[in-house]
């Protein structure tokens, strides 16, 4: 005994060959969301990195500007709010180390008073 599909009429074969087009025609939609999504899940992450890459460039740019003699209070000012505002850690840390040298340079300054 063959199993299989008996089709009965022709009214029967064109549901049949509707269906299956419906199914193929949501099958291409599918792949087409599918490269959709992924272009943009690409553009967000590379989004995200150039946003990333132009903050770091902003935050080298004015430490670049506090290694010159004449250093203004406002790249510190711009220096403390980008790091404060990406890094807060990175920023305690900083503050740590600053606090650590300062107390550093105080001492030696006061050992070569006496």
Do not use: C
Not at 18 to 24: E, L
Not at 79 to 97: I, K
């Amino acid at each position: 005994m063959a199993k299989g599909i008996w089709i009965k009429g022709e009214e029967e074969k064109d549901e049949i060959m509707r269906s299956v087009q419906r199914i193929q025609e949501h099958r291409r939609n599918a792949f087409a969301l599918l490269g959709m999504a992924h272009f943009n899940y690409n553009q967000l992450i590379r989004g995200k990195q150039m946003a990333t890459q132009y903050k770091d460039d902003q935050i080298l740019g004015v430490v670049k500007r506090l290694l010159v003699p004449e250093v203004e209070s406002s790249d510190i000012a711009i220096l403390a709010h980008m790091l404060v505002a990406r890094n807060r850690s990175m920023a305690a840390g900083l503050e740590t180390v600053i606090g650590f040298e300062l107390e550093d340079l105080m001492r030696k300054e006061d050992a070569d008073k006496i």
